[in-house]
């Protein structure tokens, strides 16, 4: 089994960044692609952005030239940098992992899930 935990949510006003970070534990070695997803109030869970072991990255067009994924294989973190983050931003983010050495942007192919962070964007 493979543990995720998320950190760094909080509350901040429109045009501001936050940092969210995802450790990972346990079966560490079984894990290739990672993710974060997020979800709204009334709202399906959506990808934010997807990353590889080997630095390949995807991201959800609402983020794209706002938000950064990276990650650090030596920490078995993957990092969410978000900047002038809007009221619409506002969710639930999701760090996700899975086995397949690919990018990987569909729910169902991510084997393991953390609890979810909040993030609040105030207008």
């Known amino acids: 089994q493979v543990q995720l935990v998320e950190s760094g949510g909080g509350l901040v006003q429109a045009g501001g960044s936050l940092r969210l970070s995802c450790a990972a534990s346990?079966?560490?070695?079984?894990?290739?692609?990672m993710g974060w997803y997020r979800q709204g109030p009334g709202k399906q869970r959506e990808l934010v952005a997807a990353?590889?072991?080997?630095?390949?990255?995807n991201y959800g067009d609402s983020v794209k030239g706002r938000f950064t994924i990276s990650r650090d294989n030596a920490k078995n973190t993957v990092y969410l940098q978000m900047n002038r983050l809007k009221p619409e931003d506002t969710a639930v983010y999701y760090c996700?992992?899975?086995?397949?050495?690919?990018?990987?942007?569909?729910?169902?192919?991510?084997?393991?899930w953390g609890q979810g962070t909040q993030v609040t964007v105030s207008s």
């Open positions: 346990g079966r560490i070695f079984s894990i290739n692609a």
């Open positions: 996700a992992a899975g086995a397949r050495d690919t990018v990987v942007t569909t729910r169902p192919l991510y084997d393991y």
């Open positions: 990353i590889t072991r080997g630095g390949s990255t």
